[in-house]
Every structure is written in C-alpha cells, then in structure tokens.
C-alpha cells in the first residue's frame, strides 16, 4: 500500500514568519500537534509540534509573538506519495515521529500521514506493525531492557 492511499489532503500549514500564539491557535481549533511549515512555493521547510513550543517557548519563558522559524524543527523527514505505507511506518518508529508530511517531486506539500492513519488501517506487512509498536518507546530502552518484546502469554503458570 502507498502513502497516498492513507494521507490526509487538506492540511493546515504555518509560514515561518507566523507567530506561536497563530501556531497555538490552528493547533487547538483542529485539534492537532504538528503542523507542516512551507514557504510561498508550499515547499515544506519545518514543521512546529506542541512538542516544540513547550520545550522552545513557554519553557524557556519566550513571548508567545516568536516566529515560528524560531523555534521549529527544520529537519524533517518527508515522504513522497508512491512510498510504501510500511516505510513510513518503519521512520515513525524508528525516530519516534508521529507524522511525516507528504510532499511531491520538488518538495511542495500535497499531504501529511499520520500514525492514526497508519494504526486504523490494517497491515499485512509484520516490520510495519513492529516499527508502529515501537513508536513510543526510545530504542535504547528496548535495547536495554531484556523483558522488552516478551508477551505474557511467553510465561506458564
């Protein structure tokens, strides 16, 4: 299956000179965490997650008129629409991201998809469903902690 059998279309973006308290505004009113941040051509240049106002904002007590080339994550990882759901699924987790925007061949924004996306559709391919069940836990605690991956049916009473 393709990204773009999964994307969402419409997405709200942010321009890099919009301010947090915009960014806050559009993240509350569509009820969402991440938004794209594109310049005049739609080329994805940032994107902004809530994530990245509370650790760069409103923690380090910045006035909520900060741009938001300020303080955004400016390297993104982006997918084009013919990439395989399993290989978004696979940069999700393995970077602990949640979404990734789609962009076409010259980088312009055409979509965004989402792990909800990804997690309500179901998937033959078992290294996706692995990359999804890890998305919320660091690789290094995986990699230290010998129970990780150990199902309670593994145990007999």
């Given amino acids: 299956m393709q990204v773009h059998e999964l994307m969402t279309h419409d997405v709200v973006c942010l321009y890099p000179d919009d301010t947090v308290r915009t960014a806050a505004e559009y993240m509350a009113a569509y009820n969402i965490g991440c938004l794209p941040v594109i310049n005049d051509d739609r080329r994805v ?6 994530r990245d106002i509370v650790l760069r904002c409103i923690h380090l007590n910045k006035p ?5 080339d300020n303080i955004m994550t400016t390297q993104v990882f982006m997918l084009k629409p013919t990439d395989e759901v399993a290989t978004a699924a696979h940069i999700m987790g393995n970077h602990q991201i949640r979404r ?4 076409d061949e ?5 979509g965004i998809i989402a792990l909800g996306d990804i997690s309500t559709h179901e998937m033959s391919d078992a290294k996706a469903g692995r ?8 690789e290094s605690y ?9 199902n309670v ?5």
């Fill in 45 to 50: 240049v940032g994107v902004l997650t809530d």
């Fill in 153 to 157: 049916d593994d145990f007999r009473l």
């Fill in 131 to 138: 990359a999804l069940s890890d998305i919320s836990m660091p």
């Fill in 106 to 110: 010259v980088e312009r924004l055409i």
């Fill in 100 to 103: 990734i925007p789609v962009v």
């Fill in 64 to 68: 909520y008129t900060v741009e938001i």
């Fill in 142 to 150: 995986q990699d230290s902690n010998p129970y990780y991956g150990v």
